[in-house]
C-alpha cells in the first residue's frame, strides 16, 4: 500500500486541478509525472566497482 501513495496522490492532484478547471496545469502534472516514472524505470543504474 506504501508503494501507491504517490500515485494516489499525484491522482488526487490532477482530479483537484480538473475540478477547478485547471486542466492544461492539470496535464502538466500527469506529463511530468509520466516522465519521471519513464525516468526511474529506464535510467542507468549504478554498478558496483568494488571487484
Do not use: E, H, Q
Amino acid at each position: 500500500m506504501k508503494a501507491f501513495l504517490p500515485w494516489l496522490a499525484v491522482l488526487a492532484v490532477i482530479i483537484v486541478l480538473n475540478a477547478l478547471k485547471l486542466r492544461s496545469l492539470a496535464t502538466a502534472v500527469a506529463v511530468t509525472w509520466f516522465v519521471y516514472c519513464v525516468w526511474t524505470w529506464v535510467r542507468p543504474r549504478k554498478r558496483d566497482r568494488a571487484g
